[in-house]
């Protein structure tokens, strides 16, 4: 969880309404609560495992550059986070056979049941997130977020 602004939990007055401040908090709770989500229930994966099965799950085998660049995942990252799926039998890299320098990586059926599994923690973490907005709230909440995030 984000650690308060001060030692008394104030926050001020001129950063209150602004809504850079209001994302970044949003963010940083956001953040706590995937991180405290993987802890409890990911058995040592991390988000970035997630979202890397999940690329893999969606679009198919993929180089590993590839599956880097479409997970905003930096590259030297890429390569670690996938020596760590591949030792827990989650992907397997072959080598690809149009350019033998180039490996690619596919998920295995291990994998995918294990996305599944990470599905639940990280849909109790959006409960969670989102509790204090009503249902309505909540639609009204994404599509703005998602206005904001597609925005550059």
């Avoid at 679009?59 to 930096?74: C, H, K, L, Y």
């Avoid at 030297?76 to 760590?84: E, G, P, Q």
């Amino acid at each position: 969880m984000p650690a308060p602004h001060g030692p008394d939990g104030r926050t001020p007055a001129r950063l209150e309404g602004r809504a850079t401040w209001l994302v970044s908090r949003a963010h940083a709770r956001a953040f706590g609560l995937l991180n405290a989500g993987f802890e409890a229930h990911g058995e040592g994966l991390r988000g970035y495992h997630y979202r890397l099965l999940a690329a893999l799950e969606e679009w198919g085998p993929a180089s590993q550059a590839e599956v880097g660049r479409s997970t905003g995942i930096d590259r030297s990252d890429v390569t670690a986070v996938l020596t760590d799926l591949e030792a827990r039998g989650l992907v397997v890299r072959s080598v690809d056979p149009a350019n033998k320098r180039r490996k690619i990586v596919t998920i295995t059926e291990q994998g995918a049941a294990r996305l599944l599994e990470l599905d639940k923690v990280i849909d109790g973490i959006q409960r969670e997130f989102l509790a204090p907005l009503t249902p309505a709230q909540r639609r009204q909440f994404l599509g703005l977020v998602a206005l904001l995030a597609d925005k550059r």
